[in-house]
């Protein structure tokens, strides 16, 4: 069953004072399947964040539609557009955008509070995430005491515990140390073994390698797409970088 679905996507910005017109997104279309762990990738350029950005109703698109679980996030009031992303989508920010002034256990909460839960329940929720995650012992520390990859375990928490229908994570190994990366790495395989559905923007291969498919983008529009299927882990790797030396070098779409 397709939890996303997006048809023709089209985006078009106009420059200031409207002298150019600039198309990000010319015609992408695709699907993501409930449980499914799908990287977009992409040079600088190619669209990727704007298509991130259009999936996670923080911009609308000029043309085409975009469905989550079978509703058109066109039709989404805007007073009504941050409760829908806060009970529908999770998200995994490359500088984490956790709030210093709060513990990592506030953070991870802010969600549920914001959406009216009592204490009991955010507790009951937080328990095995943070087990699973590995940061029971860092909940009351504040963010500037712990490192980065414990700093993006906490984010990673704060997005899985509105038991989101889809996480977007944006370059999220992007701020961290190889170490650190490939943890959270692991991490994301974990979840998404629970079927939790994942999309992730990222300029590396082998937070790619992780992922079961990887979305090429180029101009603008899906150039081309590996499934990891039977490939090993260092295969499907290989494959992510001749795709990516195909789009730099001007090969064909495949």
Do not use: C, W
């Not at 023709?8 to 993501?32: D, E, W």
């Not at 409930?34 to 190619?46: P, Q, R, T």
């Not at 002034?101 to 329940?121: M, Q």
């Amino acid at each position: 069953m397709s939890i996303l679905e997006v048809k023709g996507l089209k985006k078009t910005y106009t420059t200031r004072f409207g002298g150019n017109q600039v198309q990000a997104l010319k015609n992408v279309s695709f699907s993501v399947e409930e449980g499914e762990y799908v990287a977009i990738m992409g040079e600088s350029g190619s669209g990727k964040t704007t298509l991130l950005n259009i999936l996670a109703a923080l911009d609308k698109p000029t043309g085409g539609t975009v469905l989550l679980d079978g509703k058109n996030l066109a039709d989404i009031k805007e007073t009504a557009m941050a409760e829908f992303r806060r009970d529908n989508l999770g998200f995994v920010f490359q500088d984490f955008n956790l709030l210093d002034t709060f513990s990592l256990e506030d953070n991870i909460y802010l969600p549920l509070v914001l959406a009216g839960k009592n204490y009991r329940e955010m507790h009951k929720r937080l328990e095995p995430i943070a087990k699973q995650l590995g940061i029971t012992q860092l909940l009351k520390k504040y963010p500037y005491e712990v490192s980065g990859g414990q700093k993006q375990r906490a984010a990673v928490a704060r997005a899985l515990i509105t038991h989101p229908k889809l996480i977007l994570a944006d370059e999220p190994t992007g701020a961290l140390d190889s170490k650190s990366s490939d943890e959270l790495l692991d991490l994301f395989s974990a979840i998404n073994q629970d079927k939790q559905t994942i999309v992730m923007v990222t300029h590396s291969v082998k937070a790619a390698s992780h992922a079961g498919r990887v979305l090429f983008i180029k101009d603008g529009e899906v150039f081309h797409q590996i499934y990891k299927g039977h490939h090993t882990r260092q295969e499907l790797y290989q494959k992510i970088s001749d795709t990516l030396t195909l789009l730099t070098t001007g090969g064909d779409r495949a």
